[in-house]
């Protein structure tokens, strides 16, 4: 079992950063790949990053290319998101995912482990 934790959500205007957090215990943190999905008002659950185990492979939505960047920092078990040059649609309850099978099962959608999310808002 892995627990997560969201952190760092909040209102932003639009232009502006924000850094998410999330931090895991109960197994090892090195041994999972983490990523980040979001969900806004009436739509589905949609992928954000990914990122593996050694931090060596990163992957990206279309929509966050360029703007978000994905990290880790497995000595704090910890997994972030820096969001730059934030955009009204980005508006959404952010949620880290992990799994140990590897990122590409994250990108999947398929990743074991769940946080309960942190909102981010982008005022216009």
């Known amino acids: 079992q892995v627990q997560l934790v969201e952190s760092g959500g909040g209102l932003v205007q639009a232009g502006g950063s924000l850094r998410l957090s999330c931090a895991a215990s109960g197994r090892t943190f090195s041994e999972y790949a983490m990523g980040w999905f979001r969900q806004a008002p009436g739509k589905e659950r949609e992928f954000v990053a990914a990122?593996?185990?050694?931090?060596?492979?990163?992957y990206y939505s279309d929509s966050v290319k360029g703007r978000f960047t994905i990290s880790r920092d497995n000595a704090k078990n910890t997994v972030y998101l820096q969001m730059n040059s934030l955009k009204p649609e980005d508006t959404a309850v952010y949620y880290c995912?992990?799994?140990?099978?590897?990122?590409?099962?994250?990108?999947?959608?398929?990743?074991?482990?769940w946080g309960q999310g942190t909102q981010v808002t982008v005022s216009s």
């Open positions: 995912n992990a799994d140990p099978k590897g990122p590409r099962t994250i990108v999947s959608g398929w990743g074991d482990y």
């Open positions: 990122i593996s185990w050694r931090a060596d492979s990163t």
